[in-house]
């Protein structure tokens, strides 16, 4: 049910996009916000005790790895995880690095999903709108549909693909601390990027701080 879930989160993010494909990316700067504030607090909430059961040196070390990992894949990616996508619009030939880049950040993503954290929640709340800004660029861009299809699908099995490796395969299952405290220095990079970025000019106004808050609030209270 997990796997469905998950692969389900992006192909609703690509009905989305059609549905509303002549919206401006601008215009989910909210839906960033709410989904940048909920995945840092689920991060820090839920993910940050299970691992602090280490010693704490050692998992410091993990979880800058993974901050280092998330800007390195973004080199690639441009920033895709926290809504910024770059494809050309006259090769128009299908993005390897792009869906490389992504592909690693949602397998590792997925190892932590479990029946024991609500992980999952924030992981959804985060893929949505990043599968509807990636649609919406594909749309845009003119990529031809059996592309999009493809890209969108192979990136829509890739969370689930993590947290079906971090179930059957027992090496996986022997460092799952150790790669749970990476993917928390690539949530925290992104989450943190995403509340930084979504604002016009780097200033929060009013309504934006309510929504953060409010992604706070609901994630404390799950």
Known sequence: MVYLILFIAVAFGYLAALVFKRTKINDLSLFLSFSGAFLLAMTILELLPEVFELPTERIGLFIMSGILLQICLEFFSKGAEHGHVHLSAEKRVFPWLLFFSLSVHALLEGIPVSDGNNILIGILVHKIPVAIILSLFFIKANYKISTTL?????????????????????????????????????????????????????????????????????????
């Open 150 to 222: 493809i890209f969108m699908t192979l990136f829509a099995l890739m969370t689930p693909i993590g947290t079906w490796l971090s179930e059957e395969i027992i090496s996986i299952q022997n460092y799952e601390r150790e790669i749970t405290a990476v993917v928390i220095g690539m949530f925290l990079h992104v989450s943190t990027t995403i509340l930084y970025e979504s604002s016009r000019d780097h200033k929060f106004n009013l309504t934006k701080l309510i929504v953060i808050i409010l992604g706070f609030g609901i994630a404390y209270f799950l």
